[in-house]
């Protein structure tokens, strides 16, 4: 039996679902492959959203057209902005979310969607013929002939189960593993990797005594997501509470004792973990001077009694997860509803992937989210958008869309992982970032909506929206700066801040700026402002607060925009290049970098090598 399709998409996870939306709005015929239409948008380890430096790619995400933030508003459990202690660059939304729901929104939204099919099948073979993808065949043997297909395999790729010393063959969840992709891709010649991942055990909310637990409220206002999101959508939700609980000496001397039965300690596992989401016995071992780690307490959902321990990830045996659980206080009669394991998976190097996530060897294969050696549904999710819509535009004869470092987390994450591959799952931090002051939460519309409408993604009701918006955030800025106040009318509301007092007439700009000053707070100053949107109020205090550090960081991107715009053939012989070094030649050839500026980011490849580059570029 022989199906046709423009666009496969493999797997039906946060990577596979932006894909396949990607690719389907804008005009391709796509086709969506989930081994289980269950573990659609599954989260198998914390159903949140978001958190430091993932928030940002949520936001950037729904900037350029894509569904999960939406989504995540809808399913919304609790709401908590992170680091509101530091400045707006790092400011990180984090949302509780309701597994199910989010789960069956999804599905729905892909059910719906025009030019896509969503398809219960496991695909175990791509087929390709001179260099290009040209079908992919299910288990069950039906051919689907396609043009382009993507990998968002996500940790089921020859995935593996580890509790204790027991471990067996599985997908997360108890889903079924997918077998037989791996050796495909092996004998396509793709180079693969094996990393790991873990999550906790999941307990009964009845069998906590949440009395000694410290308890964590949501937010208010909460600023949604998604520009589709009105902001009094939340008015009406009622938000669950999270708690906090620490572990303790007893916690510590009973995961110590059995160390050697993890199967991280005992031999078992070979892939390479998170370091930035450690397994608990993990943590002891590398920092044994701490006393206690932090444990949060999360709903997994509204209409469950289940309930998540971050932080308490581990791969030891059942009845030492027991022990660990009723050590912590408030846990005494925990009641274990899923136990904690490991997952070891098969992933790729990415170094194999252009910036447009197409492989080099192969046209039309596209790879994106955990498939592609990242941790998380954001990563993922972002990845997918990419891949969905450069696959789509590939085939319409358009141009990809790249983003760069400096419009984008996504950019970043990208060119982070294509062109300096990574040897553990990686995740995105705003610390990763040289550019995080531009690449706020506020401003993501402004940065990529624009390339979204560009790319079809937008829809033109949309885009007149985000006009609206800014010119909103135009005209409250020049009114700022405009309106000027004189020191008889300041000086009594400073003194009542406790602030310096000013001897010539200031404008609101000039009073916002000051450290502790606040647009909400000024309003005694300020009658004649007008009524505007939360977001809009956020961007317009940002804007004020930071500019002279915004136009230092646009002054350094534009120094650095020489580089990134000078391209390089994709067929440039390097072992040719007189003056170049050998590491240097050879890794240039490796990764075949797009621009002169991806170049320099190379592991291998220094500043006199970039010189030799540009002396060579010059003369031919």
Known sequence: MSEYTDIAIIGAGHAGIEAALAAARTGSDTVLFTMSLESIANMPCNPSIGGTGKGHLVY????LGGEMGRVTDLVTLQSRTLNLGKGAAVHSKRVQADRKAY??????????TPNLRLIQAEIVEIGVENGQVVSVTTRLGELWRCRAAVICTGTYLDSRIFVGDVNYESGPDGFLAAKGLSDCLRGLGLRLMRFKTGTPARVNRRSIDFSVLERQDGETPVIPYSVLTDETFFDEIQQLPCHIVYTNAETHRIIRENITRSAMYSGQIHGTGPRYCPSIEDKLVRFADKERHQLFVEPVGADTEEMYLQGFSTSLPVDVQHRMLRSLPGFERAEVMRYAYAIEYDCLDPTQLYASLECKEIQGLYGAGQFNGTSGYEEAAAQGLIAGVNASLKLHGKKPLILSRSESYIGTLIDDLVT???NEPYRMMTSRSEYRLLLRQDNADARLTPKGYAVGLIDEKRYNHF???QKQV???????EKTHLSPERCNPFLSSLGMTSVNSGVSLADLLRRPDMTYAALAALDSARP?????VVISVEVSIKYEGYIKRQLAEIRRHEKLEQRLLPEDLDYAAIRGLRL????????IKPLTVGQASRISGVNPADISVLLIYLGMH
């Open 60 to 63: 950037e995400i729904d900037a």
């Open 103 to 112: 789960h069956r929104l999804m599905k729905q939204v892909l059910e719906t």
């Open 420 to 422: 300096k591959g990574t």
């Open 467 to 469: 006009l609206e918006k």
């Open 474 to 480: 135009r005209q409250e800025l020049e009114r700022m």
């Open 531 to 535: 009524s505007l949107p939360l977001r």
């Open 583 to 590: 590491e240097a030649a050879q890794k240039l050839a490796q």
